[in-house]
């Protein structure tokens, strides 16, 4: 079975500049989650979808993230403008359902702000 | 905040040793979850203990839940050198939608 797959891996940006991350859940899995892990650490949750609807977006900076899942598969997470602080690795995960449900992640894509 | 925290921060012990990890929580919870996640890498989850479930194993790891002290436990046992990962515990509290992340425990096992 194929697990979470992320690109890129790695991303070095200027301040201000925009990046996008693109993310493929595990197959049948509805639940989609993105976390922002900032070195030393635990992830947080920045947005999570059920399929094509967001469940909980309450710590996502609205201001400059956004992300979407067209079609209820795939997804993209965009910061623009970026800021130095948003240095980090944005880890895409996938779970069958939401709750206490075991959730998969991917590998991550490390992003670094200069 | 819902997040748990680990204790200790960061644990070095030799091979073979045995390795405790201790995890707080501040909210009732369905279930607690630990992740481990070797460097530069995503997280994997390990094991699942639910509220009503005190210890819980799965190979050389063993899980205890004290719920009416919110603290969780994680040994490992006879380390080995390629269990040198950082270790996080995971809640899921009643009505709430996902996992809630503690700080971790970075764990080196020195051959």
């Known amino acids: 079975e194929a697990g979470v797959a992320q690109s890129p891996r790695y991303k070095i940006i200027e301040k201000r500049q925009s990046v996008a991350f693109w993310c493929n859940p595990i197959?049948?899995?509805?639940?989609l989650y993105w976390y922002q892990q900032i070195l030393g650490q635990g992830p947080k949750l920045l947005i999570q979808?059920?399929?094509?609807?967001?469940?909980?977006d309450s710590q996502l900076p609205k201001d400059r993230f956004s992300a979407e899942r067209l079609k209820g598969v795939d997804s993209t997470l965009k910061i623009q403008p970026a800021k130095l602080e948003d240095s980090a690795v944005y880890l895409c995960?996938?779970?069958?359902?939401?709750?206490?449900?075991?959730?998969?992640f991917g590998e991550g894509s490390w992003l670094t702000v200069v | 905040s819902q997040q748990g925290e680990e204790d200790p921060q960061a644990l070095s012990i030799q091979e073979g040793e045995n390795a405790t990890m201790n995890c707080s929580y501040k909210?009732?919870?369905?279930?607690l979850q630990w992740y481990r996640q070797n460097s530069g890498r995503g997280l994997v989850h390990l094991i699942l203990?639910?509220?009503?479930?005190r210890e819980k194993h799965s190979g050389r790891l063993r899980v205890t839940l004290d719920t009416s002290k919110k603290s969780s436990s994680l040994l490992i046992t006879a380390s080995r050198a390629a269990d040198t990962a950082s270790y996080f515990c995971?809640?899921?509290?009643?009505?709430?939608?996902?996992?809630?992340f503690g700080t971790g425990t970075r764990l080196t096992v020195i051959p």
């Open positions: 995960a996938s779970s069958l359902g939401q709750g206490g449900n075991t959730i998969y």
């Open positions: 197959s049948g899995h509805a639940t």
């Open positions: 979808f059920q399929n094509n609807g967001v469940v909980d």
């Open positions: 909210t009732s919870i369905n279930n």
């Open positions: 203990i639910r509220s009503n479930e």
């Open positions: 995971a809640t899921a509290s009643p009505g709430a939608n996902n996992l809630f």
